[in-house]
């Protein structure tokens, strides 16, 4: 599914972006007022609040995903997401023993205040509410404040038929990247002196890769692609689990201190725990579904009686 390869495609990115503040602990690294060098502010255009805009549209996609395929089950969809939400929740709790960056608390509670009283409105009330929010998150200064409008943008494309149709067409993804790309540019060569506009130009970034990638896999890329990059997203919360105790790990060998670390530094710790994360995946889904957290994950999700009762062709759920 393209789903996949941009889900892989966006741990990567969330992998580089974060290999430096997992390795101090924290949410996020305090500026320590040194100019950046030239291979930061590359990372800062190209990798810093580029990619957890994509997951978290991906995250309200999977949701409405779901509730379609426990209607579809005949078993309520809110109850099934209701223990969804909150087996994440918990999960973050714990991961957050190991590094305050993580994020799946915030999704977790986003999806509870957001996502599930959504569920009962009309979708162009979702959709109009997407945009409401992440306007009100970008005048409010952005950051994690577009999650819950990334959310509902997400939910609301299901709605509305487009998740079916994101590997039927060239066109227009390449339009909609083509022009988000204009923005991507003129606010990532004024982010450097606005850090306001740093979300803005995430956004517009994380929107060209996405379209990007629905291109190419429009293309002879396309069995490339899905073999690089769909093991690690379809275990894509194993591996952002995981990634934290590696790059932890990591952190040992390297030594020093990680605000010092160079790009290239941080670049190799993050291709070495990729490529070990590729290896492990795609040898784990030789044999299995789903990822081990996944199938946890899944596991609290459906109850053991509406789990047993799916006919064998029933379509896959998220």
Not at 233 to 248: D, I, S
Not at 254 to 281: F, K, N, R
Request: some cysteine; charged content about 10%; overall charge positive.
């Amino acid at each position: 599914m393209a789903l996949d390869v941009i889900r892989g495609f966006a741990l990567c990115g969330i992998l580089v972006a974060n290999v430096r503040p997992i390795a101090t602990t924290v949410g996020l690294l305090p500026p320590d007022g040194a100019p950046p060098t030239t291979a930061d502010l590359w990372l800062g255009l190209l990798v810093d609040h580029r990619f957890f805009p994509i997951f978290s549209l991906l995250f309200g996609m999977g949701f409405s995903l779901l509730y379609e395929s426990a209607e579809a089950r005949g078993v309520s969809p809110r109850l099934v997401l209701l223990r969804r939400l909150l087996a994440l929740f918990l999960l973050g709790l714990a991961h957050r023993l190991l590094w305050d960056g993580d994020i799946l608390t915030i999704y977790a509670a986003a999806g509870l205040v957001v996502l599930l009283p959504s569920s009962w409105l009309p979708r162009r009330v979702v959709a109009a509410l997407a945009a409401v929010a992440l306007g009100a998150a970008l005048f409010l200064g952005g950051g994690i404040l577009v999650v819950p409008g990334l959310f509902l943008l997400g939910s609301a494309l299901v709605r509305f038929g487009v998740a079916d149709r994101l590997e039927s067409s060239t066109r227009i993804p390449l339009l909609v990247g083509a022009v988000a790309l204009v923005p991507a540019v003129v606010l990532g060569h004024l982010q450097a002196s606005d850090v306001n506009l740093f979300t803005a130009a995430g956004l517009a970034t994380a929107t060209v890769y996405f379209c990007l990638f629905l291109v190419l896999l429009r293309s002879p890329l396309r069995g490339f692609l899905y073999g690089l990059l769909a093991p690690l997203g379809r275990m894509a919360l194993t591996n952002y689990l995981t990634a934290t105790l590696l790059v932890l790990a990591a952190s040992r060998l390297v030594g020093g201190t990680a605000e010092d670390w160079s790009t290239g530094t941080v670049l190799g710790i993050a291709g070495v725990i990729l490529i070990v994360q590729w290896v492990w995946s795609a040898l784990w889904l030789r044999h299995f579904r789903q990822g081990p957290v996944e199938h946890a994950w899944r596991l609290v999700t459906w109850p053991r009686k509406a789990r047993t009762g799916i006919a064998p062709g029933h379509p896959r759920v998220p």
